[in-house]
T-cell receptor, first 117, second 114 residues
C-alpha cells in the first residue's frame, strides 16, 4: 500500500524568510510521481510543483523547490522569500500508474503554513 | 492546463435528499476523479469516473450512495444520495489530461447537510 506522511501539522514563517515542509512516503512501485499542492482558504487545490521519480534532478518552480531523496523516500518542499499569499494548507501527494488506464493520487494529511508580516 | 468548472460551489441540503454535482472541463481529458474532503481532513478518493462505463469505486464508497456518470470526455456528475449530516464535506472533481499528467482540481462544492 502507498502511504504519504506529513509530520508537521502546522508551521509558521515570517515574510521573506525560507521554510521547509517535510514529506515522506512509502511505496513498492518503481515508477511514480510526487506533488505538492496548496489549498488556500478559497479551497481551490493548486498544483505547486511536480517531481518524476526517475529524475534525479530536483524540481524547481520560481520560489518553490524540492529536495527529493528517493532512497530515503523523502520529498520536502522549500519555499524561499515567503509571501503572505503563501499562507495555505500544503498537501504532499503521490501518484502511481497501476499499469492500466487508472491511477490514483494519495495525499498526506497536510501542513498548515502561516506566513506572518 | 484544463479549466474545470464545478457546480454548485456550495449548497445546504436537508437530510434524506440528494444533490448532483457537475464537473465540466474545457477540453477532453483521459481521467476524471471525484474526491471528498471532510472538515479539517485530507482528500479521499471516492471513485474514478470512466467514460461510457460504470465508475470504479474505492473501498468504503458504493454506487448506490454516490452514483457517478461520465457521458463523454469533458463532463461528469457525482450524486450524493439520501444525505445525512456525515456527508457534509467538500467534494472535488479532478482531471488528468493524460496518463502521466498531474491532476488539476475544480473549485470544489461545499455541501452542508442539516
Amino acid at each position: 500500500a502507498q502511504t504519504v506522511t506529513q509530520s508537521q501539522p502546522e508551521m509558521s514563517v515570517q515574510e521573506a524568510e525560507t521554510v521547509t515542509l517535510s514529506c515522506t512516503y512509502d511505496t513498492s512501485e518503481s515508477n511514480y510521481y510526487l506533488f505538492w499542492y496548496k489549498q488556500p482558504p478559497s479551497r481551490q487545490m493548486i498544483l505547486v510543483i511536480r517531481q518524476e521519480a526517475y529524475k534525479q534532478q530536483n524540481a524547481t518552480e520560481n520560489r518553490f523547490s524540492v529536495n527529493f531523496q528517493k532512497a530515503a523516500k523523502s520529498f520536502s518542499l522549500k519555499i524561499s522569500d515567503s509571501q503572505l499569499g503563501d499562507t495555505a494548507m500544503y498537501f504532499c501527494a503521490f501518484w502511481t500508474d497501476r499499469g492500466s488506464t487508472l491511477g490514483r493520487l494519495y495525499f498526506g494529511r497536510g501542513t498548515q503554513l502561516t506566513v506572518w508580516p | 492546463s484544463a479549466v474545470i468548472s464545478q457546480k454548485p460551489s456550495r449548497d445546504i441540503c436537508q437530510r434524506g435528499t440528494s444533490l448532483t454535482i457537475q464537473c465540466q472541463v474545457d477540453s477532453q481529458v483521459t481521467m476524471m476523479f471525484w474526491y471528498r474532503q471532510q472538515p479539517g481532513q485530507s482528500l479521499t478518493l471516492i471513485a474514478t469516473a470512466n467514460q461510457g462505463s460504470e465508475a470504479t469505486y474505492e473501498s468504503g464508497f458504493v454506487i448506490d450512495k454516490f452514483p457517478i456518470s461520465r457521458p463523454n470526455l469533458t463532463f461528469s456528475t457525482l450524486t450524493v444520495s439520501n444525505m445525512s449530516p456525515e456527508d457534509s464535506s467538500i467534494y472535488l472533481c479532478s482531471v488528468a489530461e493524460s496518463r502521466n499528467s498531474p491532476l488539476h482540481f475544480g473549485n470544489g462544492t461545499r455541501l452542508t447537510v442539516t
